[in-house]
């Protein structure tokens, strides 16, 4: 497992943008799938973009897609989401993850996922 810390969340109005970035322990980070989740209270833990660590393919939730960007310095240990064009319904507590997993398909589901952050608060206001 590694340890993950988010930063970068805050207040932000509509159209506005925000870089969240993820520090992670241990030397084997490039060896981790990572995943960038949300959550607002009372709904599940939903699914926002992830990085493979084969390949370095992407994917991306439909809601997401073409305003969010995920990305990773493995020199740095370090998981970025660049999120522009934010909207309100983007307002939630954002969790980076790690994944042994090495296929997309794994990525979307939360049980995939071994190692969790605490989660960085993201609100967006109209």
């Known amino acids: 497992q590694v340890q993950l810390v988010e930063s970068g969340g805050g207040l932000v109005q509509a159209g506005g943008s925000l870089r969240l970035s993820c520090a992670a322990s241990g030397r084997t980070f490039s060896s981790y799938t990572m995943g960038w989740f949300r959550q607002v209270p009372g709904k599940e833990r939903e699914f926002v973009a992830a990085?493979?660590?084969?390949?370095?393919?992407?994917r991306y939730a439909d809601s997401v897609k073409g305003r969010f960007t995920i990305s990773r310095d493995n020199a740095k240990n370090t998981l970025y989401l660049q999120m522009n064009s934010l909207k309100p319904e983007d307002t939630a507590v954002y969790y980076c993850a790690a994944s042994p997993a090495s296929y997309s398909g794994a990525v979307y589901y939360p049980r995939n996922y071994d190692s969790w952050g605490q989660g960085t608060q993201v609100t967006v206001t109209s």
């Open positions: 990085i493979v660590w084969i390949g370095g393919s992407t």
